[in-house]
């Protein structure tokens, strides 16, 4: 059996297919799921007011401080700028480490707090902002799906790359707020389960609307 024949047919085969050239993938581009983007926003959008307004889900997320009255009456005359704050605070390295910061932490209160404007809520402003996070969110979900999809893909793929890009989005950095600054495990837990929820209304979306 003439096995130098057989080996230089396979290498002339291997030559072949490697310089022949390959197909290109064709990916989908961002103006082809303009309408899964916007629709999904818009889902997402609906879902989260049923779930903050409708709902008594997020019921128990911030608790009435006590002596609710007395607190604020003691704050009010301080005047303090709408922020973010740390209490107590350190000016520097140094004084992390000293006797007087320490004795401030056991004492306490020892607390992270945000400041808002006094007034009513900007309800009109803040709704304007979630939607437009919704759109941008929505965009990047589209983009990993348009550069792993080409048209035409089955519902089953456009749905899993465009929701697990959104649950990316809604939930993932929500955790950190709980690992560094103590927010409550089951207000980011909450929050979690919201963001799988519009990451699954998003994925049907894109699986629905997928360019054929």
Known sequence: MDLSWDRGKKGETLAASVGRPQKEAVMTGLHALWLPILLSAVFVFLASSVIHMASPWHKGDYPKIPNEDKVMDALRPLAIPPGDYMVPRPS????????????????????????????????????????????????????IAGRALSMGAPYLHAFRFAGATA??????????????YRRAWSTTIKATVDGLIYALLTGGVFGWLWPR
Request: glycine residues 8%; hydrophobic residues 50%; charged residues 15%.
């Open 167 to 180: 649950f990316v989005g809604y939930s993932l950095a929500l955790w950190q707020m709980s690992i560094w």
């Open 92 to 143: 520097s390295r140094e004084e992390v480490r000293s006797p007087e910061f320490a004795a401030k932490l056991r004492q306490g209160p020892v607390m992270m707090l945000t400041v808002l404007p006094n007034g009513p809520f900007s309800m009109g402003r803040n709704l304007g902002l979630w939607f437009a996070y919704c759109v941008v969110v929505e965009i990047f979900a589209a983009y």
